[in-house]
């Protein structure tokens, strides 16, 4: 199983970036996939996450009304649509998958079995 992020890069503040990740090795349409994000020093957090079929997500407070997250199920792809970016936004991004099918397990860092490498994201003031 792989996950592979990309999509990440430099933008200024107010900008916007799109991040992907494709999930190769079996097939992930049942199950929640999130986003998390982490930088120097600091634990993983929690940014976004989605059901196996996108009827339910969650965000941290941090990128409500900013960021969105969707899903295409036929691609096995996640995304994150980042807009309206801060200099705080600035961070590693993972991607990550949850084997649970039942509900959205949002921001439990421990329902997530697998994980992408991550894709930096640098938003400049």
């Known amino acids: 199983v792989q996950l592979q992020a990309s999509g990440g890069g430099l933008v200024q503040a107010g900008g916007s970036l799109r991040l992907s990740c494709a999930a190769s090795?079996?097939?992930?349409?049942?199950?929640?996939m999130g986003w998390f994000r982490q930088t120097p020093g600091k634990e993983r957090e929690f940014v976004a996450s989605?059901?196996?079929?996108?009827?339910?997500?969650y965000y941290a407070d941090s990128v409500k009304g900013r960021f969105t997250i969707s899903r295409d199920n036929a691609k096995n792809t996640v995304y994150l649509q980042m807009n309206s970016l801060k200099s705080e936004d600035t961070a590693v991004y993972y991607c990550?998958?949850?084997?649970?099918?039942?509900?959205?397990?949002?921001?439990?860092?421990?329902?997530?079995?697998?994980w992408g490498q991550g894709t930096q994201v640098t938003v400049s003031s």
């Open positions: 990550a998958v949850s084997l649970n099918a039942l509900h959205n397990v949002g921001g439990t860092y421990s329902k997530y079995i697998y």
């Open positions: 090795g079996r097939t992930f349409s049942l199950y929640t």
């Open positions: 989605i059901s196996g079929s996108g009827g339910s997500s």
